[in-house]
């Protein structure tokens, strides 16, 4: 099956480096690049596992802080604009 693939001009001058450096043509390239992409399936931690190590280990002592971002936000610019205002 043929199939057409545009590549800006940085990208086909490394595909190009590489096929040379590789010895073999860019369509082979190519091809053997979506093998390994395509065999390795999952690409990768997902973002989770990535960080599930540290989630959760920064303990603020509040528990309602993802239901009460913003007015805890609020609360903090008042409590700022308050203190420069007794400046």
């Not at 040379?20 to 690049?33: D, G, Y």
Request: charged letters at 35%.
């Amino acid at each position: 099956m043929a199939i057409s693939l545009r590549l800006d001009k940085e990208t086909q001058r490394k595909l190009a480096l590489a096929a040379k450096a590789k010895r073999v043509s860019k369509s082979e390239l190519i091809r053997q690049c979506l093998d390994a992409y395509l065999d390795a399936g999952e690409q990768g931690p997902t973002a989770w596992e990535l960080g599930k190590d540290l989630f959760g280990c920064f303990d603020s002592g509040r528990g309602d802080l993802s239901a009460r971002a913003k007015d805890i936000a609020r609360e903090r610019i008042h409590a700022q604009r308050a203190q420069k205002n007794r400046r």
